[in-house]
C-alpha cells in the first residue's frame, strides 16, 4: 500500500437516547496498529471532551444532542479532520455549538500542534494574527472586542494547501456569525513552514 494513499474511516454511531447521537470517526486498516489505536483514541477523548463541556456547562437537562465529524484532509500522510457537538438544553435560548480538530502526522506518528507546522524559533503568533486581522478587515467581520493575537494552541485543521485558523463562538465575535474560519495559504506562509511536516508536505506542487 502506498504511504500516500488516504486513511481508512468508517464512522461509529452511538445514541444516548431520542435525539441524543453522536457520530465520530474511526481509522481502521493501518499497517502501524500502535498509532491507529493512538489516533483513535485521541478521538474518542476529544469526542468525550466535547460531550462533557455540553453537559457540565448548563444545569438543565439536555433536550437534543448531536455530534458530527468533516475529514479535512486525508492526504499525503496527514491526516486533518473536525469534530462538532450541538447542543441544545431545556429552556434556552438557543443551542451551543462547539467544534474540535484533530491533525495527525502520519509520517513521523504523533498528533501536532500548531507549532509544529512552523520551523522552531519562527514567530508563527505573529505572523499568522497579522494574516487574520488583514482578512477580518477585508471581510469586515463584526468582533465583540479589538483582535490581537491568536493563541500559541489556537484551534486549527489543514484542508489542502490551507491552514484554516477557527475561534469558538462567543470569542472573538457575537453568536450570529457563526464560527469565524480564516483560510491561510501555505504560500502566504511559505519562509516560516517547516517543510518536511504537514504543511511543507501538502504545499510541494507534485
Do not use: C
Not at 455540553?54 to 437534543?64: A, F
Not at 458530527?68 to 443551542?95: C, M, P
Not at 508563527?124 to 494574516?131: A, D, F, G, H, P
Not at 472586542?145 to 465575535?173: G, H, M, R, S, W
Amino acid at each position: 500500500m502506498s504511504t500516500d494513499l488516504p486513511v481508512w474511516i468508517e464512522t461509529v454511531k452511538i445514541s444516548y437516547g431520542p435525539n441524543k447521537t453522536v457520530r465520530f470517526p474511526r481509522v481502521i486498516g493501518m499497517h502501524d496498529q500502535q498509532f491507529e489505536r493512538y489516533i483513535n483514541q485521541a478521538i474518542i477523548n476529544q469526542t468525550q471532551q466535547l460531550i462533557n463541556e455540553q453537559v457540565g456547562n448548563m444545569p438543565t437537562t439536555v433536550e437534543e444532542m448531536i455530534g458530527s465529524y468533516q475529514i479535512k484532509n486525508n492526504q499525503r500522510q496527514v491526516l486533518s479532520l473536525s469534530l462538532s457537538n450541538y447542543t441544545y438544553h431545556h429552556q434556552a435560548a438557543h443551542g451551543m455549538t462547539y467544534i474540535k480538530s484533530l491533525t495527525f502526522d502520519l509520517q513521523k506518528r504523533t498528533k501536532v500542534e500548531l507549532k509544529d507546522l512552523f520551523k522552531p524559533g519562527s514567530d508563527y503568533i505573529n505572523r499568522v494574527s497579522t494574516l487574520i486581522r488583514a482578512q477580518i478587515e477585508q471581510r469586515d467581520i463584526q468582533l465583540l472586542d479589538t483582535f490581537t493575537t491568536i493563541e500559541p494552541n489556537q484551534d486549527f485543521y489543514i484542508a489542502d494547501k490551507t491552514l484554516v485558523i477557527y475561534f469558538q463562538l462567543y470569542d472573538i465575535t457575537p453568536y450570529v456569525f457563526g464560527f469565524p474560519m480564516f483560510p491561510i495559504s501555505v504560500y502566504e506562509l511559505q519562509d516560516i513552514i517547516d517543510e518536511k511536516g504537514p504543511l511543507g508536505r501538502l504545499g510541494v506542487n507534485n
